[in-house]
Nanobody, 120 residues
């Protein structure tokens, strides 16, 4: 089993910054794409940003220029640096990792979620 442990959420004022981290642990062959999703009350879960093992990036239009995703492959960790935060960024943020097991079986592992609250 692969476990994803997120950290770094919290309460911040509008215009402030937060950095989320997510570390994968367990038995696996490799991890390809890692991503951050978020879900606000009453809304569907949406992709915030993703990064491939080779470093290709993808961002939601709503966070472009404000959020930066990065990863450390040696540590199996993905980060999300969030700046110029807005109240509409308030949500539970989830880490996702595409895990490759020995034998080439693939599946998506999810973290437990971390709350980000941006106050006015």
């Amino acid at each position: 089993q692969v476990e994803l442990v997120e950290s770094g959420g919290g309460l911040v004022q509008a215009g402030g910054s937060l950095r989320l981290s997510c570390e994968a642990s367990g038995r696996f062959h490799s991890i390809t794409t890692m991503a951050w999703y978020r879900q606000a009350p009453g809304n569907q879960r949406e992709l915030v940003a993703s990064i491939t093992r080779g470093g290709s990036l993808n961002y939601a239009d709503s966070v472009k220029g404000r959020f930066t995703i990065s990863r450390d492959n040696a540590k199996n960790t993905v980060y999300l640096q969030m700046s110029s935060l807005k109240p509409e960024d308030t949500a539970v943020y989830y880490c996702d990792a595409r895990v490759i097991l020995p034998g080439s079986y693939e599946y998506d592992a999810w973290g437990q979620g971390t709350q980000v609250t941006v106050s006015t």
